[in-house]
């Protein structure tokens, strides 16, 4: 069973829809691996829509695996939160101690504003 998530970037915006997918599979890889360390990357330039895939990836026993994606129409900071905000909604016991990204600056935003205070974003700029 999958869940399926359909939102706007905040309550009053629907024009720009943020599609969230996550099976129980997942939900449960990332309560079991993603509560030390987490990965967030996008494609950038990989199909014909110009829509970025946002994934959520946890270190496991056997490596690196996808355990949330979204969709987003652009890779504004509230278009990513708003990702990860569903993500966290689905998964409320997700609270991960460090997020590593690439050195994005709105996906950093994105992350800082969903879990306020306590998490550490780890920037790699290459």
């Not at 359909?6 to 915006?13: A, F, K, P």
């Not at 691996?33 to 990989?46: E, Q, S």
């Amino acid at each position: 069973m999958s869940s399926v998530y359909l939102c706007g970037r905040d309550d009053s915006d629907t024009s720009k829809p943020v599609f969230v997918h996550m099976s129980l599979f997942q939900q449960k890889l990332l309560l079991r691996y993603g509560n030390k360390v987490c990965l967030i990357d996008a494609t950038h330039n990989t199909t014909v829509y110009d829509m970025p895939l946002f994934m959520i990836c946890v270190p496991t026993n056997s490596g690196y695996v996808v355990a949330a994606s979204f969709l987003t129409t652009d890779c504004q900071a509230v278009s990513i939160e708003a990702g990860v905000r569903a993500i966290q909604t689905l998964c409320p016991d997700w609270k991960p101690q460090f997020v590593m990204s690439d050195y994005c600056e709105a996906q950093i935003a994105a992350v800082e504003a969903v879990f306020p205070g306590f998490l550490r974003v780890i920037s790699l700029k290459v």
